[in-house]
């Protein structure tokens, strides 16, 4: 069973950056994908990005242009570079597969991340 742990989240400035990072425990290629997602208070958990181990990567439509998610299989990583970042970013963001794997894994800590003047 693979463990994925978040971290790289912090508070910022509107306009700010963040660098997001995934760490499995094991082989990442086995998840078939990876997706961050985020939560809010009192809202669903959605995704925001996703990347097949094939390199296709899904964008939420109000992240596209300013989240870029990549990933390193050598190093069993994910990453979600996050520029231009808005106050309607602020959310603790998780990472975990995609489909029907997601509950097999479950959730981890997930990372904050705050945007905010």
């Known amino acids: 069973q693979v463990h994925l742990v978040e971290s790289g989240g912090g508070s910022v400035q509107p306009g700010g950056s963040l660098r997001l990072s995934c760490q499995a425990s094991?082989?990442?290629?086995?998840?078939?994908?990876v997706g961050w997602y985020r939560q809010t208070p009192g809202e669903q958990r959605e995704l925001v990005a996703a990347?097949?181990?094939?390199?296709?990567?899904y964008y939420k439509e109000s992240v596209k242009g300013r989240f870029t998610i990549s990933r390193d299989d050598a190093k069993n990583t994910v990453n979600l570079q996050m520029n231009s970042l808005k106050p309607e970013d602020t959310a603790i963001y998780y990472c975990?597969?995609?489909?029907?794997?997601?509950?097999?894994?479950?959730w981890g800590h997930g990372t904050q991340v705050t945007v905010s003047s």
């Open positions: 990347v097949t181990n094939s390199n296709s990567t």
């Open positions: 094991g082989d990442i290629l086995s998840l078939g994908g």
């Open positions: 975990n597969g995609v489909g029907a794997i997601v509950a097999r894994i479950g």
